[in-house]
């Protein structure tokens, strides 16, 4: 799987703290999850495109040996 | 206790707080300092000393207390991924330390054990196997290792993929047996 949490990011200018205290979630696992070392729930999926106005099939992308 | 709908709502075995960490903290260092100063002045005695006395025993455990506090203390942002490294590491730590537990009882059926002098060194040898190796897995997982939290292969899959695996999983184990076992011919 990948992600596109990063660009995402960059486009508002957001540091992965301010993403993770407005998701509610630690720094380091949206450090994780941008590094695709951790798959988020689905309610944190949700809530991440929800931030982000986008759908979450354009935020998570899986790959072909997902 | 109960919620709207009468249904009971506890949480059994709950976690403490951020603030357990504190007090852990604080209960650790103060137990550890106060028993390196009472060694000093009784001149490095031996910690499973036959003439251990009570207030040794008792500096030990508030030792194991703090860190089991710690332990059991929830993050500052106790989110789903620390969750799941809190599962893995007491996993890991419930596996070693019945692993541990086995060795020592396997070893008393062939080797009985003079329960006198060795029961504080079983107990307390226990506790803070599952509770100091539960710590740092824990915290391997939450800081250095990202791939902690997916590491569920099988016996079979690790030896084909790691042959280290060979050495952590079955050679230090049967090592650890080894010197329990020759601690209990020495000291039984």
Redesign the interface.
């Known amino acids: 799987m990948k992600t596109t949490i990063k660009v995402e990011r960059a486009k508002k200018d957001m540091s992965q703290s301010e993403l993770?205290e407005i998701i509610?979630?630690?720094r380091?696992?949206i450090h994780?999850i941008e590094?695709c070392?951790?798959v988020?729930?689905t309610v944190?999926a949700l809530k991440i495109a929800a931030f982000f106005e986008t759908k979450v099939e354009e935020i998570f992308i899986l790959e072909d040996d997902d | 206790m109960f919620s709207k709908n009468n249904s009971i709502d506890f949480t059994p075995f709950p976690m403490y707080g951020y603030n357990g960490k504190y007090w852990g903290y604080a209960i650790t260092i103060i137990s550890l300092l106060l028993y390196v100063v009472k060694s000093i002045f009784q001149n490095f005695a031996a910690i499973f000393d036959a003439e251990n006395t009570v207030v040794n025993e008792v500096l030990l455990w508030s030792i194991g207390f703090g860190l089991y506090t710690i332990a059991f203390s929830k993050?500052?942002?106790d989110?789903?991924?620390?969750r799941l490294i809190r599962y893995q590491s007491l996993r890991i730590a419930m596996g070693t330390m019945l692993s541990f537990i086995f060795a020592i009882g396997i070893t008393n059926t062939f080797s009985p054990m003079n329960f006198e002098n060795n029961v504080f060194f079983q107990m307390y040898s226990s506790f803070m196997m599952g509770v100091v190796w539960y710590l740092f897995n824990f915290y391997r997982g939450?800081?250095f290792d990202?791939?902690f939290?997916y590491s569920d292969n099988t016996v079979k899959v690790n030896l084909i993929k790691n042959k280290k695996y060979f050495i952590y999983g079955y050679l230090i184990p049967i090592a650890l047996l080894l010197i329990v076992l020759l601690f209990n011919w020495v000291f039984a």
């Not at chain 2, 989110?79 to 620390?82: K, L, N, S, Y």
């Open positions: 993770a509610g979630v630690s380091q696992t994780s590094r070392k951790f988020p729930s944190l | 993050e500052k942002n989110d789903e991924r620390v939450l800081l990202a791939d939290v």
